[in-house]
């Protein structure tokens, strides 16, 4: 342990490291880190003797890191965070501990959200910190304990278990479909609303029907929010989960196109830093997640 110790360098210049390595701007690392742009440079350039060997390749105001400094740059992330979790379950008690939990916005907010009160009552002692994240991040550069994670394939990087998969269904406002049952072939007819992260989702739910795509621009939302109220105003039929529109369902404020079989756009995955699923908050929340969910949301869930 002594012989390690020797190569240890003080936190402080890693922390200023990783700050510089992630921002690429010694100027942008030092508002971070609350430091003046001459202290971060010190502390990197004492790193860099004490290591050995150049961390950063230095062009004009911007820093770029060297092979072994992105090499040194991964593994520092890593520790730092591995830190930085462990604190902050040491702070919030051992009845249960912290969960930092990363959601998508939606799913977050229409989902999640209304739940938690039954997770926290069912496990006392559990803090849960959640924020939103639109899309995969590095484990290692954030004090994440999990995700809540939508697509195809797991997290790289991570381990998780598949939650359930998403129904999605196309509906428009009653004002557009005057004559009677929503249909495929009128969803062709009308002006579509997609998601900006969803690009290919009108073509798959059109080959799912087995009509043909009848292509064109279709109006772009950034959230699902605002394609909801987009289509509840008749601007156009959208693509919607089943779980995030079921108010405007039973309401009549959106009609759903009648479909042979249900769409299906993906799955949910929690997921968590590969290696690190005992957190005791994280376990509770998998097996709440996996047991005892309403029938709609999907069936069960399978690890990764």
């Not at 965070?81 to 919030?92: D, G, Q, V, Y």
């Not at 249960?96 to 989902?111: Q, V």
């Not at 699923?277 to 994280?282: E, P, T, V």
Request: with cysteine.
């Amino acid at each position: 342990m002594l012989t390690a110790r020797r190569f240890l360098p003080p936190l402080q210049w890693l922390a200023a490291f990783e700050a510089v390595a992630r921002h690429g701007s010694v100027t942008a690392a030092a508002q971070e880190l609350s430091l003046t742009q001459g202290a971060v440079s010190r502390q990197i350039q004492k790193l860099e003797e004490a290591v050995g060997t150049p961390l950063f390749h230095r062009e004009k105001k911007r820093l770029h890191l060297t092979a072994q400094g992105e090499t040194y740059a991964q593994a520092v992330r890593g520790g730092l965070a591995r830190i930085s979790n462990a604190t902050m379950a040491l702070h919030t008690g051992a009845g249960g501990g912290g969960l930092n939990l990363a959601s998508l916005p939606a799913f977050g907010a229409h989902w999640l959200a209304p739940r938690l009160p039954a997770f926290l009552q069912k496990n006392p002692g559990i803090t849960v910190n959640l924020s939103t994240r639109p899309e995969p991040f590095d484990f290692a550069a954030e004090d994440q304990h999990g995700a809540i994670h939508f697509g195809q394939q797991p997290w790289p990087g991570s381990d998780g278990v598949k939650l359930w998969e998403e129904e999605v269904l196309a509906v428009a406002a009653p004002a557009l479909v005057p004559d009677g049952p929503l249909t495929p072939v009128d969803v062709s007819r009308l002006p579509r609303l997609q998601l900006q992260s969803r690009p290919q989702g009108w073509p798959a739910w059109f080959a799912a029907c087995g009509v043909p795509d009848p292509g064109g621009a279709s109006m772009m939302a950034d959230q699902f929010a605002t394609l909801i109220q987009a289509a509840c105003s008749g601007l156009g039929a959208a693509l919607l989960p089943r779980y995030l529109i079921a108010e405007q369902l039973s309401s009549g404020a959106l009609l759903a196109a009648q479909v042979p079989q249900p769409v299906i756009s993906g799955a949910y995955f929690l997921v968590w830093p590969q290696g690190q699923g005992s957190h005791a908050a994280l376990a509770a929340l998998r097996l709440w997640l996996t047991a005892g969910r309403p029938v709609e949301d999907g069936a069960g869930a399978e690890s990764f």
